[in-house]
């Protein structure tokens, strides 16, 4: 089993719909939690990030913890088109001081007008 | 846009060749990492870097090198490149002001041939 499982889609949703994507994990030391997005041949942007437990909300994004299930979410509400691309989990802890984040593979999300 | 560059940024090469890689960084931030990112594997860590002279290895650090000699630029360097290390390549920095985050740079994309 992968410290981080993440479903790579392609998940596909007409506009305006909600959008849920979702990593689990098996670390429990994990205290960090990201999200990045990724459009087609550029490199990751971070897209939010918590610490421990919670929700986190911005804009149109919503990032939920859950680490009695070692469960993270990222919610999209009214998806555009322009919302089209790969969605990375990561997650790290402090482990030896190194700071380096554990990712999820990805999610592609296609949003269809 | 975190001030990184990466350069070149595309590069096709033959089969046993020597190939570096250069990541430019222009806020002076300790931590550094290079990537790969193949389909299916998703991100994976090749080297980083803590400080100038400071380096270790990550998951996928077989056949290559890094440097860092000052302070804002982390070379990764192939020292005989192979088809399988035909991948897309990233650099990170991590700020340390938001956790564990890291932002990434454009990416270069190498092909050996």
């Known amino acids: 089993q992968k410290e981080v499982e993440q479903d790579p889609g392609p998940l596909s949703v007409p506009e305006g719909a909600i959008v849920s994507l979702n990593c689990t994990y098996s670390?429990?030391?994990?205290?960090?939690f990201m999200w990045y997005r990724q459009y087609s041949r550029k490199g990751p942007e971070l897209l939010m990030y918590?610490?421990?437990?919670g929700n986190k909300e911005d804009g149109r994004f919503t990032a939920q913890v859950d680490k009695s299930s070692k469960y993270i979410s990222l919610f999209i509400r009214d998806s555009q088109p322009s919302d089209s691309a790969t969605y990375l989990c990561a997650m790290s802890g402090i482990s030896g001081g190194s700071y380096i984040p554990t990712f999820g593979r990805g999610t592609s999300l296609i949003v269809h007008p | 846009d975190a001030g990184i560059t990466q350069s070149p940024r595309h590069k096709v090469t033959e089969t046993g060749t020597p190939v570096t890689l250069r990541c430019h960084q222009t806020?002076?931030?300790?931590?550094m990492y290079w990537y790969r990112q193949d389909p299916g594997h998703g991100l994976r860590l090749i080297h980083y870097?803590?400080?100038?002279?400071?380096?270790d290895k990550g998951e996928v650090s077989d056949g290559y090198s890094v440097s860092r000699s000052k302070t804002e630029d982390f070379l990764l360097t192939l020292e005989s490149a192979t088809s399988s290390q035909t991948s897309v390549y990233f650099c990170a920095i991590r700020p340390g002001s938001e956790g564990d985050t890291q932002y990434f740079g454009p990416g270069t994309r190498l092909t050996v041939l």
């Open positions: 870097s803590y400080g100038v002279k400071d380096t």
């Open positions: 806020e002076n931030h300790r931590y």
């Open positions: 670390n429990s030391a994990f205290q960090y």
């Open positions: 918590t610490y421990s437990s």
